[in-house]
């Protein structure tokens, strides 16, 4: 198949070694060779909402990566759970992005890997939703228990995940081809 296309991949973990940035990379592995794989890493320069300055000319690693987003074929979001939760630098992520209408329509996977997940996992598909992002069926997984599944080195060790994540990379590269 001819994609074509650029897919930004975003962790709501800032530590570089973790889980879900291990998990980007294992997707990014899965991407075809023509589409450009981002996995974005300056979710940390995102300063702190303020409606005061979300205007034509936000804050410039906010405007940046509006960018990004707005020319992304489509978004993977790889993320914890914190104190069942979002965690706030996503969720501050997510929050400079609805008056830009960045995520309007844009086909978004999502995966939560964590201890348990299932928090964050229901709270971003609602927040996905208040932003008209295009959750894709097929393209969303909870991974709970993450640690036992994945390696010192990153790799996935769980077939049954592994295999839950080539699923999820196929359904999302069928709906942005």
């Excluded at 969303?140 to 990153?154: M, V």
């Excluded at 790799?155 to 081809?177: K, P």
Aim: with cysteine; hydrophobic share 45%; net charge negative.
């Amino acid at each position: 198949m001819d994609y074509k296309g650029n897919i930004l991949a975003i962790s709501g973990s800032l530590r570089s070694g973790s889980s879900n940035h291990n998990i980007l990379r294992f997707l990014g592995g899965l991407a075809p060779a023509d589409i450009n794989y981002c996995i974005y890493d300056r979710l940390a320069d995102i300063p702190p909402f303020d409606p005061e300055l979300d205007h034509d000319h936000p804050p410039q690693a906010v405007a940046e990566l509006r960018g990004l987003m707005k020319t992304a074929s489509g978004i993977i979001i790889c993320t914890p759970e914190y104190a069942f939760g979002v965690p706030g630098q996503l969720k501050n992520m997510l929050d400079w992005m609805v008056s830009s209408s960045s995520l309007v329509d844009k086909p978004v996977a999502l995966v939560t890997a964590s201890s348990v997940g299932s928090h964050a996992h229901a709270a971003l598909l609602l927040t996905l939703g208040a932003l008209s992002a295009k959750v894709i069926d097929g393209a969303t997984l909870l991974i709970p228990f993450i640690r036992s599944k994945i390696d010192a080195s990153g790799n996935i060790t769980d077939l049954e995940t592994e295999n839950a994540l080539r699923n999820v990379m196929e359904v999302f590269l069928g709906e942005i081809q």
